[in-house]
């Protein structure tokens, strides 16, 4: 809400340009999604005029696997960033459960945002008085719920669903949706969890 020409407010606000931010996900440089995501916020940031934003990428040790991850590593970063007085605010991924309580730590720190999974859960992870102040993504269930609806009105009678993260509940939620759709269409759903059936 600050004027960028003059860098003065008439209001008491926060000049954006000294805004810090930092997005802390479950990406794996091995997995391209991400990289759009980073792509996006560095976009967002240089529009905005941030002079200090950055995005972890993981890689953990010795795997170029895009679902080896480590919950632990996660949940550090997390706790690491809520802490650091240096920082203003956080986007954060909401991976699955085990991540809630330093979500909810965070939250009452600083200003956070989450994104991707978990909008069902959201919310609830705002603890009293906290600075959780919204989500960006989508109801995981209802977007298979869609896709299976399309599927079944194209004529698929039998689909599959591709889980390539064991142990995102985002992705199960997905492929329940669809599979309840396709239920629904007189259809069947065939859930692939790569690693486990071997494909990568």
Not at 40 to 45: D, I, L, N, R, S
Request: proline share 4%.
């Amino acid at each position: 809400n600050c004027p960028l020409e003059t860098g003065q407010c008439d209001t008491p606000c926060m000049d954006g340009r000294r805004f810090k931010l930092r997005g802390v996900t479950h990406a794996h440089e091995a997995d391209p999604f991400w990289f759009v995501v980073k792509a996006g916020a560095e976009q967002a940031a240089n529009d905005l005029r941030l002079i200090d934003f950055e995005m972890d990428l993981f890689a953990p040790p010795e795997s170029s696997r895009s679902d080896a991850f480590s919950n632990e590593l996660f949940a550090q970063r997390v706790m690491e960033t809520a802490n650091n007085s240096d920082v203003d605010g956080l986007f954060v991924s909401i991976h699955g459960p085990h991540i809630h309580d330093e979500i909810k730590h965070a939250a009452s720190q600083k200003l956070v945002v989450t994104i991707n999974s978990g909008y069902d859960v959201s919310a609830s992870l705002n603890p009293e008085g906290g600075r959780l102040i919204g989500h960006v993504g989508q109801d995981e269930y209802q977007a298979g719920v869609g896709a299976g609806r399309i599927l079944s009105e194209a004529g698929a009678a039998h689909v599959v669903c591709i889980n390539h993260e064991l142990g995102n509940l985002g992705l199960d939620a997905r492929c329940d949706g669809a599979a309840a759709a396709m239920a629904d269409a007189g259809g069947r759903l065939t859930v692939v969890n790569l690693v486990v059936d071997g494909i990568v």
